[in-house]
């Protein structure tokens, strides 16, 4: 009975991974790179490869030009630069309630950035992440919630499959065997070292997003209120209002003093500072925490009189809000903890070792049986495994290649720069698979080799474009963009072994061998001996010399 639930759980894990495979590739691809999407950003984004804000920037002093150009304007925000982010965003809601495109602002100088015409990580490769860019009926959000839902199943039916051996998985790499026992080696590896990091981040990944997945979540849990979605995101989420009283304000309490209250009760600045109804009597701001010191993404907001700066209301997040916003974090880390980070991104590619290394078991064990019955399921999963494995990847690099290309303001078919990054992208990753439909044997290899060539462009290109080369940026501590530099020199020479080790494997299969098969040696058993106990008796060995080893024999 054991044995028939452990053999279904692993007809399960087979074809579960072999149907969604590609797909979780994908988004343990993008989301491992989502890891540092602001470093991505700086690489992308030469303009904002600025200076850290002063420390003793006012915020008063802003406030004052703010409320005079603003004109009709009924709300403006600013967000407030980060370790990661070293300029401001501020945007403005006019009298229709309109949000206007956004800012990015230099607070040593006071000038607004140029745009900088990229969606570079925080506006691709992290939205990929989750929601795969489609945005139709929020189609995306469903397929990649489904994936991770699946993720869930192939681990826990994975761990019923290797319960009897996990610490021995955990522990055997043998890279110079065959590609079929190393590629299981290092599945069973990457799989059991970060286990209870592939459940927690597929778990995470999940609830993160169970207001579209379960929308009745809030009407049955708020069934008794007038409006149950409003009186949910009330409890949930910031909530205070006050209109307008349409007089002038006489006086301004002073920003900076908010600013140091909120300081002095948190331990750490405001993500978030917020003027509503400015130059009016009524006129209110608001703070917004930040939660660079702690996981969960905390939502805890003081309001202040904009006249008098008397504080009028707080909101606490709730303690089940408190726990969905805490997964939300531990999923995103977004909070200041580089080695956490740096082990976040190891992890996540390491799962996609594991996804990787599992289609190349399944390939590799059922190669010669499709070959000799005709089959052509091996030759589609192989492309699909390519084109979705080292595909996405040269399609990734070439991303960023075509970012150090492209100059600003350039246009082609009525499509700016930002939407010919993205139409690269998908071109290319298209071609990977037609490239591995049409050369299947050499394809691993040559798109490794892709890799390596365009990620080491994309280093030559960051240098002679903006003159930030790696002594430079080393030098200067620039450490986002040496980091990107640095990581696409490792990513060619990991690309340069992997096609080499590949092509050595394939050249071991490929000799054939001009000795004869050795029968096996059968050792002499002392007559007497009883069968059945361990030993054969000598009719048997006799018997098992001239028989087949499938037939059964009774001396």
């Known amino acids: 009975m054991k044995e028939t639930f452990r053999l279904s759980m692993l007809w399960l894990h087979t074809w579960a991974g072999v149907v969604l495979g590609s797909l979780l590739f994908v988004i343990f691809w993008m989301g491992s790179l989502s890891v540092f999407n602001q470093e991505i950003d700086r690489w992308m984004m030469p303009e904002t490869r600025i200076a850290e804000p002063p420390a003793d920037f006012s915020l008063d002093a802003f406030a004052e030009r703010a409320d005079a150009d603003i004109g009709e304007a009924t709300e403006w925000f600013l967000v407030m630069p980060r370790e990661r982010i070293p300029f401001a965003r501020f945007r403005l809601r006019d009298a229709a309630g309109v949000f206007t495109p956004e800012v990015r602002l230099d607070l040593t100088t006071g000038e607004a950035i140029p745009e900088s015409e990229t969606l570079a990580g925080t506006g691709f490769i992290f939205p990929f992440h989750f929601s795969l860019h489609l945005k139709w009926k929020r189609v995306g959000y469903w397929i990649v919630g489904l994936a991770g839902t699946m993720m869930l199943v192939l681990l826990i039916s994975g761990v019923v499959v290797h319960a009897r051996m996990i610490f021995k998985d955990a522990f055997t790499f043998r890279p110079e065997r065959r590609l079929l026992r190393s590629a299981l080696d290092l599945h069973n590896l990457s799989g059991v070292l970060v286990l209870p990091f592939h459940f927690m981040i597929a778990f995470t990944g999940v609830i993160i997003f169970v207001n579209v997945y379960f929308p009745q979540a809030a009407e049955l849990a708020y069934a008794d209120e007038e409006v149950p979605r409003t009186a949910y995101f009330q409890e949930g989420f910031e909530f205070y209002e006050r209109e307008p009283a349409g007089v002038p304000a006489t006086t301004a309490a002073s920003l900076d003093t908010m600013w140091a209250k909120t300081v002095a009760e948190w331990g750490v600045p405001p993500y978030l500072v917020r003027s509503f109804h400015p130059g009016d009597a009524n006129g209110f701001v608001s703070m917004r925490r930040g939660y660079q010191d702690h996981v969960h993404y905390d939502r805890n907001v003081i309001y202040f009189d904009a006249v008098t700066g008397e504080e009028l209301h707080r909101f606490v997040t709730a303690p089940a809000m408190t726990t969905q916003h805490f997964l939300t974090g531990l999923h995103l880390i977004q909070f200041d903890h580089w080695g956490l980070r740096w082990l976040y991104f190891v992890a996540g590619l390491l799962g996609c070792v594991l996804i990787g290394t599992g289609f190349v078991y399944w390939l590799e064990k059922r190669r010669s049986k499709h070959e000799r ?163 054969l008796t000598e009719t048997e060995v006799q018997v098992s010399i001239q028989q087949p080893p499938t037939a059964t024999h009774k001396s």
């Open 373 to 535: 019955l005709g089959l052509k399921g091996v030759r589609i999963v192989e492309a699909l495994t390519k084109g979705s494995v080292t595909g996405v990847i040269v399609a990734t690099v070439a991303f960023f290649v075509i970012n150090r290309i492209l100059p600003l303001g350039v246009e082609w078919a009525g499509q700016e720069r930002s939407a010919l990054e993205v139409w690269t992208f998908f071109l290319i990753w298209i071609g990977t698979f037609a490239h591995a439909w049409f050369r299947p044997e050499p394809a691993w290899k040559e798109q490794l080799w892709a890799v390596a060539v365009l990620s080491v462009i994309g280093v030559v290109l960051n240098g002679v474009t903006t003159g930030d080369h790696m002594v430079r940026t080393f030098a200067e501590k620039q450490w986002a963009v040496f980091g990107m530099d640095a990581s696409l020199l490792v990513s060619a020479g990991l690309a340069v072994w992997i096609a080499l080790l590949l092509g050595k494997k394939e050249e071991a299969v490929d000799v054939p061998s001009n000795e004869p098969a050795r029968p096996r040696p059968v050792r002499p058993v002392a007559s007497g001996s009883r069968p059945g106990k361990g030993r």
